[in-house]
């Protein structure tokens, strides 16, 4: 069972910017997985932001974080990444880590497998 763990979250000022990782725990590999991200204000549902696939071929993004948000991996080093630019208030929340076997499937948190403990991200002056 594949275990995953967020880091980099944090507090950042209205037009900041985070890098979010997702690593795999000790023993685990995400070379064979699709890897999304995903996040959740309090009151609000999960919403699906990302995915990239397991070559990175096909990558995946919601329409709230196009062109603010770039996702990437490296196989080598067991991460996947979530590089957040021009950061709003909107974007506070729990960001969240989830795999699934090789492609990508949208943004519907029920289609994937693993999740990780999530990391807060506030944004805010």
């Known amino acids: 069972q594949v275990q995953l763990v967020e880091s980099g979250g944090g507090l950042v000022q209205p037009g900041g910017s985070l890098r979010l990782s997702c690593a795999a725990a000790?023993?685990?590999?995400?070379?064979?997985?699709?890897v999304g991200w995903f996040r959740q204000a309090p009151g609000k549902e999960r919403e699906g932001l990302s995915c990239?696939?397991?070559?990175?071929?096909?990558?995946y993004y919601a329409d709230s974080v196009k062109g603010r948000f770039t996702i990437s991996r490296d196989n080598a080093k067991n991460t996947v990444y979530l590089e957040m630019n021009t950061l709003k208030p909107e974007d506070t929340a729990v960001y969240y880590c989830a795999s699934r076997p090789f492609y990508c499937s949208g943004p519907n948190p029920n289609n994937y497998d693993h999740w990780g403990q999530g990391t807060q991200v506030t944004v805010s002056s």
């Open positions: 000790s023993g685990f590999t995400l070379r064979s997985y699709a």
């Open positions: 990239i696939s397991s070559s990175a071929i096909s990558t």
